[in-house]
């Protein structure tokens, strides 16, 4: 249980450190390597870059980012992770693995193809809005 905690706040500091960049208030960078720097100089944990095929992601239209979808995989190592992400045409922007080490796999900036068909109310400006098409809005 200890082990599931850890987890969830490395993830959860992870994000924290993240939304920053997605809005653009301390990055505005628009390169996948440049974005691994950028993680790579604020966390001290190792970070890798091993971006996904291009055609697995495409871009984000202009759509702000206004969340974060957590994913949990089954899959034993993330070799088999990524094999299992770029053979299907998914794709997330980060990959968390066991060892507490992050993949940058698309540039934040891109839209990753990770939410399939979706939906959720959000507040945003004091306004309840529906989207659908989480892709557009998430990481």
């Known amino acids: 249980m200890k082990l599931i905690v850890k987890k969830c706040l ?38 890798f870059l091993d971006p996904a095929p291009s055609l697995n992601y495409d871009d984000r239209e202009g759509k702000k980012v206004l969340m974060v979808v957590v994913h949990h995989t089954e899959s034993p190592t993330l070799k088999s992770t990524k094999c299992a992400l770029n053979s299907s045409g998914i794709s997330v922007q980060l990959i968390v693995d066991r060892d507490g080490s ?4 698309v540039p934040l900036e891109k839209r990753a193809w990770h939410a399939s068909i979706s939906y959720a109310k959000v507040q945003v400006d004091n306004v309840v809005e529906e989207l659908r098409k989480l892709n557009d809005y998430s990481i």
Not at 102 to 105: A, D, K, R, V
């Open 10 to 47: 490395s993830v959860l500091f992870l994000l924290l450190l993240v939304a920053p960049l997605v809005y653009g208030q301390q990055s505005c960078l628009s390169d996948i390597e440049n974005d691994f720097q950028d993680l790579k100089t604020s966390l001290k944990n190792p970070i």
């Open 102 to 105: 992050i993949t940058l796999m």
